[in-house]
Structure formats: C-alpha cells, structure tokens
T-cell receptor, first 114, second 113 residues
Framework: NAGVMQNPRHLVRRRGQEARLRCSPMKGHSHVYWYRQLPEEGLKFMVY????????ESGMPKERFSAEFPKEGPSILRIQQVVRGDSAAYFC????????????FGNGTRLTVT | EDKVVQSPLSLVVHEGDTVTLNCSYEVTNFRSLLWYKQEKKAPTFLFML????IEKKSGRLSSILDKKELFSILNITATQTGDSAVYLCAVESGTGTASKLTFGTGTRLQVTL
C-alpha cells in the first residue's frame, strides 16, 4: 500500500501533555500538508512543508504547535501542552508537485484531550 | 480571506435520484477547484477543475467549473447507497510555490433505499 500513512490512528492525551502525530507521504511525493478537522467543520489548513523546509505555516497556531519534515523519516506535527480545544482529527496529505497536483490524504489521527 | 461555501449542508435522497451539489468561492489568485469524497476516514480525490466550461466525468459523477461566476457543481446520477458521504469542495489558490487549499464545510449526502 503506497498511500499516505498516518499514525497513530487514535491518540488520547491528558491536558498539558505532548502529542506527536506522524505522517509518511506517498512514495514519490515530497510535499506534505497538515489539516485539522473539527466536528461539523471543514478541513482547515495548518501547514505546508517540503523536505527540510516549511513553506507556509499561516494556518498553524503560533504557540504550542510545530511541524517538521526531515530529510529522512516522516513528517511530524507536534502539539505541546495540549488543551481540550486541540481535540480534533488531524489529516496529513501529500502531493507530487505542490502546485496543480491533487492532494492524497491519509486516514487521519483522531486526538482526544481529556 | 479566502472563502469556500458549499450548499446544501445536507441532503437526503432515494436511491436512483440525481443530485447536484454546489460550491461557490471567493479567493485571491485562483489555481484550481477540487472535489473530494469523505466517508469515515480520509477524503478521496474525485476531480480537479482548472478551466471553465469543461465537464469532467467519472462514471455517474460529473463536475463543471464556472470561473466567471465563481462556482462549481458536482452531479451524481442514479445515486446508490454507497454514494452516502460528505462531499468536500476545495479551492487551490496562491502564487509561485506558495499555494494552499481552502475547504468548504462539505455537503453531507445520505442515500436511502
């Protein structure tokens, strides 16, 4: 299966803990995007990365959230000191070229903060 | 701020009916419009539209874009229960390498027997 792989599928954290979400893009894709989906809301853009570069992080909260896409290994979305409002489904998507090429989504990580 | 609005928010139809889903947008530096189908998990890609007036078809699904009036429609003919899902419209915008997708909130379609 060469699709976008996200793990874990479900993640439960207590308030104040850290959450790490991982995403391996499709083979041959070097552009990664993270989206957040809150209940009854559309997908909200968070960050766009290429290998070792953050291209656009305009949708990411300035505090507690960070993302990376290292030369080797998966892309990581990190949320420090999680709060209840961080509970959501986080989707990763990848594309081959970035512009004018469709995104392919992973199955998402559902984060629950208790 | 870029905006994508989908209508209706939800729809219930009988199997065999034809449905039309709407998507209107206001964005700066439009590049393309995409339709996705989201069931329980990941959105799956349906269509990408970049040119006005050219219909894209895939089986019972078709879509067309009007760049003058800033909207797109997704048609599903002879609906089946397996078409039940949330249909998401997204618009890609930006210049150079800095493009992004703005999603609508989706249309929830339920097809009943």
């Amino acid at each position: 299966n060469a699709g976008v792989m996200q793990n874990p599928r479900h993640l439960v954290r207590r308030r104040g803990q850290e959450a790490r979400l991982r995403c391996s893009p499709m083979k041959g894709h070097s552009h990664v995007y993270w989206y957040r989906q809150l209940p009854e809301e559309g997908l909200k853009f968070m960050v766009y990365l290429q290998k070792e570069n953050i291209i656009d992080e305009s949708g990411m909260p300035k505090e507690r959230f960070s993302a990376e896409f290292p030369k080797e290994g998966p892309s990581i979305l990190r949320i420090q000191q999680v709060v209840r409002g961080d509970s959501a489904a986080y989707f990763c998507a990848s594309s081959q070229q970035g512009n004018n090429s469709p995104l392919h989504f992973g199955n998402g990580t559902r984060l629950t903060v208790t | 701020e870029d905006k994508v609005v989908q209508s209706p928010l939800s729809l219930v139809v009988h199997e065999g009916d034809t449905v039309t889903l709407n998507c209107s947008y206001e964005v700066t530096n439009f590049r393309s419009l995409l339709w996705y189908k989201q069931e329980k998990k990941a959105p799956t890609f349906l269509f990408m539209l970049t040119s006005s007036g050219i219909e894209k078809k895939s089986g019972r699904l078709s879509s067309i874009l009007d760049k003058k009036e800033l909207f797109s429609i997704l048609n599903i003919t002879a609906t089946q229960t397996g078409d039940s899902a949330v249909y998401l419209c997204a618009v890609e915008s930006g210049t150079g390498t800095a493009s992004k997708l703005t999603f609508g909130t989706g249309t929830r379609l339920q097809v009943t027997l």
